[in-house]
């Protein structure tokens, strides 16, 4: 009786240990799965706008949320020469722009998903269209965000 009661623990043991393997691939299939699925940005409809020497947040969030901290992300007019590159956990100080260094963030919240860069003292030439550009290495995407810029007394003049 004795050792049949140990052979059933054993048993019991057993199926323990297989249901905590099955748990466990399911998890990592879930999370491969998530690591390569396709997202979509959430991005203004129409252009934002700003003043100049303010400071503009120019909205951008993955849906569904994700965690963007392993990702890419790169906003700018022209990709070769980025207004913020985060890559690696961290920005990219000497791949950026020149215009934009000390100037430029990301708003946090990468966690969940938010990618929104941060513009401080804006310019004139700060105006137009900038790119949101996540990648992984599975996949990349891409929105659109129009910045205008308004100030007082740039109004047309007349020579």
């Given at each position: 009786?004795?050792?049949?009661?140990?052979?059933?623990?054993?048993?019991?043991?057993?199926?323990?240990?297989?249901?905590?393997?099955?748990?466990?691939?399911?998890?990592?299939?879930?999370?491969?799965?998530?690591?390569?699925?396709?997202?979509?940005?959430?991005?203004?409809?129409?252009?934002?706008?700003?003043?100049?020497?303010?400071?503009?947040?120019?909205?951008?969030?993955?849906?569904?949320l994700f965690n963007?901290?392993?990702?890419?992300?790169?906003?700018?007019?022209?990709?070769?020469?980025?207004?913020?590159?985060?890559?690696?956990?961290?920005?990219?100080?000497?791949?950026?722009?020149?215009?934009?260094?000390?100037?430029?963030?990301?708003?946090?919240?990468?966690?969940?998903?938010?990618?929104?860069?941060?513009?401080?003292?804006?310019?004139?030439?700060?105006?137009?269209?900038?790119?949101?550009?996540?990648?992984?290495?599975?996949?990349?995407?891409?929105?659109?965000?129009?910045?205008?810029?308004?100030?007082?007394?740039?109004?047309?003049?007349?020579?």
């Amino acid at each position: 009786m004795l050792r049949q009661l140990e052979k059933q623990r054993r048993g019991t043991m057993h199926s323990g240990v297989s249901l905590r393997v099955m748990i466990l691939a399911a998890l990592t299939d879930h999370i491969t799965a998530q690591s390569t699925a396709v997202f979509i940005f959430s991005v203004p409809h129409g252009p934002i706008l700003t003043w100049l020497n303010s400071s503009v947040s120019l909205p951008c969030e993955l849906s569904p949320l994700f965690n963007a901290e392993p990702l890419e992300v790169r906003w700018s007019g022209d990709f070769n020469k980025p207004a913020l590159l985060y890559k690696d956990h961290k920005i990219q100080e000497t791949s950026l722009d020149p215009q934009y260094r000390g100037r430029v963030s990301l708003t946090g919240g990468l966690e969940r998903g938010n990618v929104s860069l941060r513009l401080e003292r804006v310019t004139l030439e700060d105006r137009g269209e900038y790119v949101c550009y996540v990648s992984s290495e599975q996949w990349y995407n891409k929105a659109i965000v129009l910045l205008t810029v308004n100030g007082k007394g740039l109004g047309t003049v007349l020579t």
